[in-house]
């Protein structure tokens, strides 16, 4: 009898660690929301060095899911300063954010423009409707595919020959060079969407 309740002790305490393991678990991937306000409103967003998409689109802010729990959020904006805040995160909610960001000498001209294109010069329908995948330029960055591809759009730069990196889960991964010439515009094609 005595055996019996031993085996039976050590499997309830095994039974129990596991259960601990899997409650720890489960706990460590719930997730809560972030929402941010804030000034310039098309800032991306990273949570965790990693880039989630813009704080706004149409004037909305945007709702974005984070690990529960103490994260970094940065705000990205090629005219401004980063702007990091720690936060906590609770479980199923979400986390509200105000942020401002301190604007940086502007750059001087001359200018070219950088634009996204679905092949044509200037085309006046977005190929990309939607699509907030990362823009870099010299691996910092600069926007979002959505706000690069339409006309009047794109990132004024000056002349000169720039690294470019498009991260895209619609059109996939763009790494190549781009010269930008004063007052001209430089479209470069996105591929087919996957």
């Given at each position: 009898?005595?055996?019996?309740?031993?085996?039976?002790?050590?499997?309830?305490?095994?039974l129990m660690f596991i259960s601990a393991i899997g409650t720890g678990t489960a706990a460590a991937q719930e997730m809560g929301y972030i929402?941010?306000?804030?000034?310039?409103?098309?800032?991306?967003?990273?949570?965790?060095?990693?880039?989630?998409?813009?704080?706004?689109?149409?004037?909305?802010?945007?709702?974005?899911?984070?690990?529960?729990?103490?994260?970094?959020?940065?705000?990205?904006?090629?005219?401004?300063?980063?702007?990091?805040?720690?936060?906590?995160?609770?479980?199923?909610?979400?986390?509200?954010?105000?942020?401002?960001?301190?604007?940086?000498?502007?750059?001087?001209?001359?200018?070219?423009?950088?634009?996204?294109?679905?092949?044509?010069?200037?085309?006046?329908?977005?190929?990309?409707?939607?699509?907030?995948?990362?823009?870099?330029?010299?691996?910092?960055?600069?926007?979002?595919?959505?706000?690069?591809?339409?006309?009047?759009?794109?990132?004024?730069?000056?002349?000169?020959?720039?690294?470019?990196?498009?991260?895209?889960?619609?059109?996939?991964?763009?790494?190549?060079?781009?010269?930008?010439?004063?007052?001209?515009?430089?479209?470069?094609?996105?591929?087919?969407?996957?």
């Amino acid at each position: 009898m005595l055996q019996r309740f031993e085996f039976t002790a050590r499997r309830f305490a095994g039974l129990m660690f596991i259960s601990a393991i899997g409650t720890g678990t489960a706990a460590a991937q719930e997730m809560g929301y972030i929402k941010a306000y804030g000034a310039p409103s098309d800032a991306g967003v990273f949570i965790n060095g990693q880039y989630i998409g813009p704080a706004h689109r149409f004037t909305l802010s945007e709702k974005y899911p984070a690990p529960a729990g103490d994260v970094d959020v940065t705000f990205k904006d090629p005219r401004y300063e980063d702007y990091t805040v720690k936060v906590n995160v609770k479980p199923k909610k979400t986390t509200k954010i105000k942020y401002t960001m301190k604007m940086l000498e502007p750059a001087k001209p001359p200018f070219g423009r950088l634009r996204l294109g679905g092949g044509e010069p200037e085309s006046f329908i977005s190929v990309a409707a939607g699509d907030v995948g990362a823009v870099y330029i010299n691996d910092r960055f600069y926007g979002y595919v959505d706000e690069l591809n339409n006309v009047g759009g794109g990132l004024l730069l000056n002349p000169g020959t720039y690294d470019l990196h498009v991260s895209s889960p619609k059109f996939g991964e763009i790494n190549q060079k781009v010269t930008i010439e004063a007052n001209k515009v430089t479209v470069v094609p996105l591929p087919q969407a996957k």
